[in-house]
């Protein structure tokens, strides 16, 4: 069968390998979708330090069960699965009090484990044993169930904002998931007016193109915190969430957060930049709540295909490149270059 093998920074291969044998209690599957995102990009060009190579690559996988182990119950040929990226252990402290998205000792597929960029792979016992391998709804595709661990990630942090019907949101990134804030925001939590911040004007109009916010706004252009307040009435946004990795957004946010505004720093920063300057006293005045957001839990995948299977959150349209395993590299090329919303690879 076919893989994309991490070994080194640069050193991505597509190459030839083995069928993975199934132990008695791990599932088979064959991988039909595995999505992209900028995290694939981000280990193709620098490595992760979690990452264990030679590593097969990918981790928003939605596939086939083609051999189930002895020991695992529930599970038949045929069923149609979506596996969990990131593995809570679910013993440790954090695991118990039911936060395991914040998991100590968490690992993650394509990490520690070969991943979904492959014709066939493993689901480990790690993954079974905390629930993460997860039926696909009969009227959800396999790439709209490839798309339910980024999803995930984005409800796990829209939770913790307690976004109220009628609120105010911006959203800064316009990618993938960016478009999938303003979709749940809107059709989980009914938000009221929702503003799309991005500096790519290409990438801002394709994004608003599907997902339609109220209006979009050009940071390259215009002042972002400015035209927030404007389009409040000077107030300010009730809810913010940086989906991108610039430090000037975090801070742009605090800045246009309104009084008991809630705010989500979604996207890392990068580890060698990694602080912004905070006017503490408009935390302290305005009653800020800053969170952090941190990918999900197991749980927050079953919900991501529940909302794609009911409608309330729809991705199929936001998938709008598919490429054969062979053509990988491209696919990465093509995120990295955000020449399309989503793209999803399809060994």
Not at 154 to 171: C, F, K, M, P, R
Not at 188 to 199: F, H, I, N, R, S
Not at 269 to 286: A, E, F
Request: include cysteine; proline fraction near 6%; charge should be negative.
């Amino acid at each position: 069968m076919k893989v994309v093998r991490f070994y080194a920074p640069e050193d991505v291969r597509i190459e030839d390998a083995p069928e993975p044998e199934c132990g008695p209690d791990e599932v088979k599957l064959r991988v039909r979708n595995c999505s992209t995102c900028g995290t694939d990009v981000k280990i193709l060009h620098n490595g992760h330090q979690n990452l264990s190579p030679p590593r097969v690559i990918g981790h928003e996988i939605a596939g086939e069960v083609v051999e189930v182990g002895a020991n695992v119950p529930g599970w038949s040929v045929g069923d149609r699965a979506q596996v969990i990226a990131a593995v809570p252990c679910g013993e440790c402290y954090e695991c118990r009090k039911g936060w395991m998205a914040v998991c100590e000792n968490q690992t993650s597929m394509g990490y520690q484990y070969d991943g979904g960029f492959a014709e066939y792979m493993v689901v480990p016992r790690q993954v079974l044993e905390v629930d993460g391998l997860n039926r696909i709804p009969e009227n959800v595709g396999f790439d709209e169930a490839s798309a339910a661990e980024p999803l995930a990630c984005a409800i796990n942090a829209q939770e913790l904002l307690g976004i109220e019907e009628g609120d105010t949101v911006v959203v800064f990134g316009a990618g993938p998931i960016g478009c999938m804030h303003i979709r749940v925001a809107r059709g989980v939590w009914k938000a009221g007016p929702v503003y799309l911040v991005d500096v790519n004007a290409e990438r801002l109009k394709m994004s608003a193109d599907a997902v339609q916010p109220d209006e979009t706004i050009d940071a390259s252009h215009v002042d972002v915190v400015e035209r927030v307040r404007e389009l409040t009435g000077g107030r300010g946004a009730d809810v913010v969430i940086t989906a991108t990795a610039a430090n000037v957004t975090q801070e742009q946010a605090i800045a246009m957060a309104a009084r008991n505004g809630r705010i989500s720093f979604f996207g890392g920063l990068p580890k060698n930049n990694p602080t912004i300057t905070c006017d503490s006293n408009v935390v302290h005045y305005r009653q800020l709540h800053i969170h952090g957001a941190n990918g999900s839990a197991p749980e927050h995948n079953k919900r991501a295909l529940e909302y794609i299977s009911t409608g309330q959150v729809p991705v199929k349209d936001l998938i709008t490149v598919h490429l054969p395993l062979e053509r990988a590299m491209e696919a990465f090329d093509i995120v990295a270059k955000g020449e399309a919303i989503k793209v999803t690879v399809e060994p």
